[in-house]
């Protein structure tokens, strides 16, 4: 038990825990946000890598805290009309320009927010977190439904804009094995309730060798199920088109602390 409490409690590598990050530490990874403790009340993140066609912002509030138990809220907020109108223009292929979206669609200004509450425990067994939440996509403008891009994981994120609402449902658990490598799965539900391609399924694994409090290496895979415009479809991520064929998710993550600076 004390293993799961050095490991989970303190929120160490777990930002799907309601249990936050130790005050002034930080995270982060290749395909993960940076993540820092302002305080014991307050985390914040953004995906770095995105930032700049993709401005974001995610914050995370503790609202109970215990050894066994805690819960907080999330809550996010970004704007993507500069990624998309990037996915429009393309990129050239020899003579020709190859992109997701028709360059003949205006984008307009979009943003989304999102909020949800986590439940975490801990028991014998390992770490379980719940959470449900509300998405929401307010539009500047005019959206031309033809613009969808029907790929699984965008989706269902970005069907918020043409749905003005999405839900969110999931669970996650976390269980160490020893003390440097731990499992990490979760179940995932999207909904877009009345829109073409109202649901989502997604499923992530996770095994992680944990080499120091400042060093973590993660591989695995994630399974997606969801219904589209086209039909339904299912999908093990990452997935190599030109090679079609499935890889390991492979990430790395690194961490530290602000120390306080004393006059």
């Known amino acids: 038990m004390l293993l799961f409490g050095q490991l989970f409690s303190k929120n160490i590598w777990a930002p799907q825990s309601a249990y936050l990050m130790p005050d002034k ?11 820092y403790g302002l305080s014991d009340k307050i985390n914040y993140s953004i995906h770095p890598a995105l930032f700049f066609i993709m401005p974001n912002l995610s914050i995370k509030l503790s609202h109970y805290k215990s050894e066994k138990k805690s819960t907080a809220s999330r809550h996010s907020v970004y704007y993507p009309t500069k990624l998309l109108k990037m996915l429009k223009a393309g990129v050239a292929v ?3 320009t190859a992109s997701l979206i028709s360059p003949g669609f205006i984008i307009p200004h979009m943003i989304g927010f999102s909020s949800d509450y986590v439940f975490t425990k801990i028991y014998s067994f390992g770490e ?18 033809r613009t969808t891009i029907d790929l ?29 490598i731990g499992g990490y799965a979760d179940l995932d539900l999207k909904l877009l309730p009345g829109f073409v391609g109202s649901y989502s399924i997604e499923h992530k694994f996770l095994f992680s060798w944990e080499k120091s409090k400042k ?17 339904s479809q299912a999908r093990i991520l990452p997935f190599i088109p030109l090679l079609e064929s499935w890889v390991p998710m492979v990430d790395i993550q690194w961490a530290g602390s602000v120390k306080n600076i004393k006059e």
Do not use: M
């Not at 530490?25 to 993540?35: A, M, Q």
């Not at 379980?128 to 439904?145: H, K, P, Q, R």
């Not at 970005?158 to 440097?180: C, H, P």
């Open 128 to 145: 379980a977190s719940f959470y449900g939440g509300i998405n929401l996509g307010v539009v500047i403008g005019d959206l031309d439904e």
């Open 152 to 180: 699984p994981l965008v989706y269902h994120r970005l069907g918020i804009f043409y749905n003005q609402y999405g839900i969110d449902l999931g669970v996650d658990f976390s269980k160490a094995l020893t003390r440097s």
């Open 94 to 96: 020899g003579d020709k």
């Open 215 to 231: 060093t973590r290496v993660s591989f695995g895979y994630k399974f997606v199920y969801g219904k589209f415009p086209y039909g």
């Open 25 to 35: 530490r930080w995270e982060v990874g290749l395909f993960h946000p940076f993540r």
